[in-house]
């Protein structure tokens, strides 16, 4: 049996999905082959191990009993949690999975910390983490290897609100605001004149340093659920309805407006077409283990980058369990194969 160190909750705005997130993912391990050993992160950033319920992880009640502060033992190539209760209790695991979202989880800081003491990841290694929160840069490297991206342009908070004006005028209303490295449409707005653009701009700010104003893209988003690291498995492409606005925050995780179709509703052809273009972001990003890559299918059959999400969500609303469901892989044979993609069979 496999001891797996699973972390969730996070220092991050999107602590609450990460509960979901771990929950499920807890509920559907295959206990007969890996046994968890579970690290909450508090909003505060506290290390705590856990031995209580997945339930109570839901709930967040999870902080209140059977917790203990710890942290890694950064030895190279130990894989121990070290209990930081004054016994010297050490418990050594096999990998760790973080079940986090947003930064300070998913955005390669903790697989920094955890590929320098030689613990095994599951999921996307340090860079394509960094690369792929970074929307930005993602999208760059997505043009070279011949993804088309949206036009876009780049603010830091010192940019005066003259130039960021300028450059939204260039690329047109309606447009998005964005910041570079967020995740769940925290600080996104869509701005359909100029007379909207310093609230967003400040929305953006208060979530990361820099801002990107992003070309709006006619048509809808698809995306595609891809597993593996030598050879990749695509999910079934599935398809975002909006009946208004765009998919944001609470469109992700309640669906009141909008719906997911899974299969999309596009012709074959196309279909494999976006499951090519997602393999090709993927590789590009340095991708391993798992992501869900996000795209804008146009009226004129054009599929243009959106984003890559590292650590997709495992909720009951999420779209990455669902692709891969669809596709003939459910959920408690996605995870274990997941984890086998990093400690083997």
């Known amino acids: 049996m496999k001891r797996i160190l699973i972390f969730f909750g996070g220092c991050s705005t999107e602590y609450g999905v990460s509960l979901q997130s771990a929950h499920a993912v807890l509920t559907h391990l295959e206990r007969s082959r890996f046994e968890p050993l579970m690290v909450g992160i508090t909003q505060r950033g506290d290390w705590l191990y856990y031995t209580g319920t997945p339930d109570d992880i839901l709930a967040d009640r999870w902080q209140e009993s059977e917790c203990m502060p710890c942290t890694l033992v950064l030895s190279r190539g130990v894989s121990r949690l070290l209990l930081l209760d004054g016994s010297g209790t050490q418990l050594s695991f096999d990998a760790a999975f973080p079940v986090l979202h947003g930064k300070n989880g998913e955005d390669g800081t903790l697989?920094?910390?955890?590929?320098?003491?030689?613990?095994?990841?599951?999921?996307?290694?340090?860079?394509?983490s960094a690369l792929c929160m970074d929307k930005d840069r993602a999208h760059k490297l997505a043009a070279l290897a011949g993804i088309k991206a949206p036009r876009s342009a780049v603010f830091r908070r010192d940019a005066g609100m003259d130039a960021i004006q300028a450059a939204a005028a260039e690329l047109g209303y309606p447009?998005?605001?964005?910041?570079?490295?967020?995740?769940?449409?925290?600080?996104i707005t869509r701005v359909i004149g100029p007379e909207g653009l310093a609230g967003a701009a400040a929305a953006a700010f208060a979530n990361d340093r820099e801002l990107l104003l992003e070309e709006a893209i006619p048509g809808f988003e698809v995306g595609c659920a891809v597993l593996g690291t030598d050879e990749l498995t695509v999910g079934t492409v599935d398809e975002i309805e909006l009946s208004q606005g765009f998919f944001d925050f609470e469109e992700k995780y309640t669906l009141k407006t909008s719906a997911i179709h899974c299969p999309a509703r596009i012709?074959?052809?196309?279909?494999?077409?976006?499951?090519?273009?997602?393999?090709?972001?993927?590789?590009?990003?340095?991708c391993k283990g798992f992501a869900r890559v996000d795209l804008f299918l146009t009226p004129e059959g054009e599929i243009v980058f959106n984003e890559v999400n590292t650590i997709p969500g495992f909720t009951a609303h999420s779209r990455y369990p669902n692709m891969m469901k669809v596709a003939g892989l459910p959920f408690t044979a996605l995870i274990t194969r997941i984890i086998e993609e990093e400690v083997g069979v």
Do not use: H, M, N, W
């Open 111 to 128: 697989q920094g910390l955890l590929e320098l003491a030689g613990i095994p990841v599951i999921g996307c290694g340090t860079l394509s």
């Open 267 to 286: 012709p074959p052809q196309k279909v494999a077409e976006i499951q090519a273009a997602a393999k090709t972001i993927y590789r590009t990003l340095d």
């Open 175 to 187: 447009l998005f605001v964005k910041p570079v490295r967020a995740g769940s449409s925290f600080g």
